[in-house]
């Protein structure tokens, strides 16, 4: 047998029985994938001259985690401007742009991201606060849910706009005052397009640089693969030139975006995409948009938010989303519809049970993403329909607060808000529930998507309570949400997600039992090696 990789004097963690396997060492074959178990002398003999042999020295191996819901490519875009996300009020973001804007060069553009709408208080959002420090300067400030954004005076100005407009995303919008002024917030992608279009724009070759540094981090945090939720521009031939050059370390499916306006041509070449890749990379399924989001007033609920707002769906006739979901579904194509609200997250669950009442191959895997407040009747309905359930617990960590005094919980009211991020109900209920960061919304560090599906507390400060602590998972639970639950969404249980013979060699080696580590510690565990087909792609150098 040719081995390419032997790691001895380990435990090896299998997340379907949270329990250890009897052997100690594992040996990847030529086909990278799990060629052998068994005691450290036995496989250590299968090695030839050039195997890497790795002595792990007890330390724990888990099946390669996988973040159930990542943007690589616009994360790495989007970071590399300000990070606003530690701006606690007003006055930090005053500073931070104001320092960063005497940085500038006349003319040069201002990009930061992570702001928090918090920052606000009870002041309506929009660009009037930074006016003085913004005097002349073209910025573009993305909100952390990067759905909306906050244009300076300056760069709506070279956007030409200067009042509303409509748009074929519904719930789009250039917000304005009573007088028709722009206020400097845009809401969704259609109407934030309109100042990124006349913004500098990073070079090809920057843009792979910040790709290939992006998910060597992310290979380096423990990460082996990624379910990536969009294809935008050019990232499909990144993608493949990354890969060409055997410089992707993480293996990623790609489902591409599907817009309302979407016509029967734009559907048929969504079908003929799928399948494009390479050794690492797979167009698998298509994305869509239900609603917007809670904080900027652009989810779709079944009530109305504190403000009114929050009232319709993304696409102006919902119908037309159902329409497409069972074109896909009888083309054999998963889908994955982001819906936050609890309206769009009754509709897309609609929307998959006709079409699967319509005939299609049953065994096509539809998910939602995000399902960040829903009620009881539409919760069950998940494991009825075979539905994935796709979570990002960092968010109720992160953006909301146990006393529910956060934007979200108050454009919600207590009831809503008392049924946020139900994790611990959906996998009661026996739906299957994937765990991911939504990067660059949160951070991508897989070890903090556990610990905050675990203890539900703000990172920042885990002294405070925890927003639903009912809703936490088990240790046990989060891991699977990470391996064997997106290789079940994705169809592959039989070759990922456990350590198994004639499984992928996909793996991630941590210094500590993740079962077993108090989940506050649990960021803080080294990650000492990952490996994807049984090439090593993050070592640590004592290693």
């Excluded at 790795?54 to 401007?81: C, F, I, Q, S």
């Excluded at 009888?330 to 309206?343: E, N």
């Excluded at 454009?411 to 660059?440: F, K, N």
Aim: charged share 25%; proline share 7%.
């Amino acid at each position: 047998m040719s081995t390419r990789l032997v790691l001895h004097s380990a435990r090896l963690l299998d997340p379907g029985t949270g329990a250890f396997l009897a052997a100690s060492a594992l040996a990847v074959g030529e086909d990278g994938r799990i060629a052998a178990l068994g005691d450290d002398r036995e496989i250590r003999e299968l090695a030839g001259p050039a195997t890497p042999v790795v002595d792990l020295k007890g330390a724990v191996v888990t099946p390669g985690l996988v973040d159930g819901h990542v943007h690589p490519v616009t994360g790495a875009e989007l970071t590399g401007g300000l990070d606003l996300s530690g701006c606690a009020d007003l006055a930090d973001v005053r500073e931070a742009l104001g320092r960063e804007a005497r940085r500038l060069r006349r003319g040069e553009w201002l990009f930061a991201w992570g702001l928090d709408p918090n920052v606000f208080g009870d002041r309506p959002v929009g660009i009037a606060p930074f006016d003085t420090v913004l005097h002349g300067v073209p910025a573009f400030l993305l909100l952390f849910d990067a759905h909306s954004a906050l244009a300076s005076r300056r760069a709506l100005e070279l956007a030409g706009i200067d009042g509303p407009r409509t748009f074929e995303q519904a719930s789009a919008e250039i917000v304005c005052d009573a007088d028709g002024r722009p206020t400097g917030l845009l809401q969704e992608d259609a109407a934030c397009e309109l100042v990124e279009r006349v913004a500098p724009q990073p070079t090809r070759a920057e843009r792979l640089e910040r790709l290939a540094a992006a998910l060597d981090g992310m290979a380096a945090a423990g990460l082996t693969g990624g379910h990536v939720m969009d294809a935008n521009g050019a990232s499909l031939d990144l993608f493949a030139e990354l890969d060409a050059a055997g410089r992707l370390p993480l293996r990623l499916r790609v489902a591409p975006w599907c817009q309302p306006g979407t016509d029967a041509t734009g559907v048929q070449e969504l079908i003929d995409l799928q399948g494009r890749g390479g050794a690492l990379w797979q167009v698998a399924g298509v994305k869509l948009f239900m609603d917007g989001t809670i904080d900027n007033g652009t989810a779709w609920l079944e009530r109305p938010d504190c403000h009114g707002e929050s009232t319709h769906a993304f696409w102006p006739d919902p119908e037309a989303y159902t329409e497409i979901i069972g074109a896909l579904h009888r083309a054999g194509v998963p889908t994955a519809t982001h819906a936050i609200g609890d309206a769009a997250v009754r509709h897309v669950l609609d929307a998959v049970a006709t079409a699967r009442a319509t005939g299609g191959d049953p065994a096509v895997r539809h998910r939602v993403e995000h399902i960040e407040t829903v009620p009881d009747d539409t919760l069950r309905r998940f494991a009825e329909l075979g539905v994935i359930a796709s979570m990002q617990p960092t968010h109720c960590c992160d953006f909301t607060r146990a006393d529910h005094t956060d934007n979200w919980s108050r454009r919600l009211g207590e009831e809503r808000a008392g049924r946020a991020w139900r994790c611990r109900d959906l996998v009661d209920s026996g739906a299957t529930v994937v765990l991911g960061s939504d990067w660059p919304i949160a951070p991508f560090p897989p070890l903090g998507v556990l610990a905050g599906a675990v203890h539900r507390r703000p990172t920042r400060d885990l002294a405070q309570p925890p927003h639903g602590p009912e809703q936490a998972l088990t240790p046990l639970e989060a891991l699977r949400g990470l391996t064997t639950g997106p290789a079940y969404a994705a169809g592959e249980e039989r070759s990922s997600g456990r350590l198994a013979l004639g499984h992928r060699a996909d793996l991630t080696v941590l210094a500590a039992d993740p079962l077993t580590t108090p989940a506050a510690d649990l960021p803080d565990v080294p990650v000492l090696l990952t490996a994807v087909d049984g090439r090593i792609t993050h070592r640590a150098a004592h290693l």
